[in-house]
């Protein structure tokens, strides 16, 4: 079946530091890529998707690029902000067919002032 | 326009009760979703509508759960005799109709605790 592993938190950065969120995914066919984040107190709300082999998808300063070889879809943000502080969901969807999501188990990121 | 919406926020309810939660989709949405986000399980799907198909209802834990879908619109979840386990956020989830993979829209939840 489809799977989701992301990278544990929680990651602990100082504002303005850089950060990489890693995702791997295992999938039967092409699937689209996600990226949900759940700020404190409210609902998931969708980050950045890609939904083919080098696609990057970028939002807010972040970005990921889907990258076939690797089933990889890291996160990035070259500086992140005290507003950033979340938890960030790496998750997949087939093109084919009617498809739900499959999520990672999220990585909370704090940063600090 | 408005988003998805649940009801209610929040539930409390002894062991052993039915609850019903409830989801209103983005109007026009067709496709409708169940997820449970709990602690150490992370996101998990539970039940999919899409349009007048028989539901996707492989991710439902148990048949202590059910959900309905009326009119293409509204959905409740139901859960009889609720066990501690149950106790989780709920989340529903909206899109646009069709195959492939479609933008997913999400409702704040409705978090239950069984006590």
């Known amino acids: 079946g489809n799977s989701v592993t992301q990278m544990e938190g929680p990651v602990t950065l100082s504002e303005e530091a850089f950060l990489t969120i890693n995702c791997t995914y295992t999938a039967t066919g092409y699937p689209s890529l996600f990226w949900y984040v759940q700020y404190p107190g409210e609902g998931l709300q969708l980050l950045l998707k890609a939904t083919k082999a080098d696609d990057k998808g970028s939002n807010k300063g972040f970005e990921a690029t889907y990258r076939k070889e690797t089933t990889s879809f890291h996160l990035e943000k070259g500086s992140v902000q005290v507003s950033d502080s979340a938890v960030y969901f790496c998750?997949?969807?087939?093109?084919?067919?009617?498809?739900?999501?499959?999520f990672g188990k999220g990585t909370m990121l704090l940063v600090s002032p | 326009g408005a988003g998805v919406s649940q009801s209610p926020s929040n539930k409390v309810t002894e062991k052993g009760k039915d609850v019903e939660l409830r989801c209103d989709p983005i109007?026009?949405?067709?496709?409708l979703y169940w997820y449970r986000q709990s602690l150490g399980q992370g996101l998990e799907f539970l039940i999919y509508f899409q349009g007048n198909s028989a539901p996707d209802k492989s991710g439902l834990p148990s048949d202590r759960f059910s959900a309905e879908r009326t009119g293409g619109s509204v959905s409740t979840l139901t859960i009889q005799r609720t066990q501690q386990e149950d106790s989780a956020v709920y989340l529903c989830?909206?899109?646009?109709?069709?195959?492939?993979?479609?933008?997913?829209?999400f409702g704040p939840g409705t978090r239950l605790t069984v006590t």
């Open positions: 989830a909206s899109s646009s109709g069709g195959t492939g993979a479609r933008e997913q829209y």
């Open positions: 998750a997949l969807s087939m093109n084919s067919g009617y498809s739900t999501l499959t």
């Open positions: 109007s026009g949405h067709t496709a």
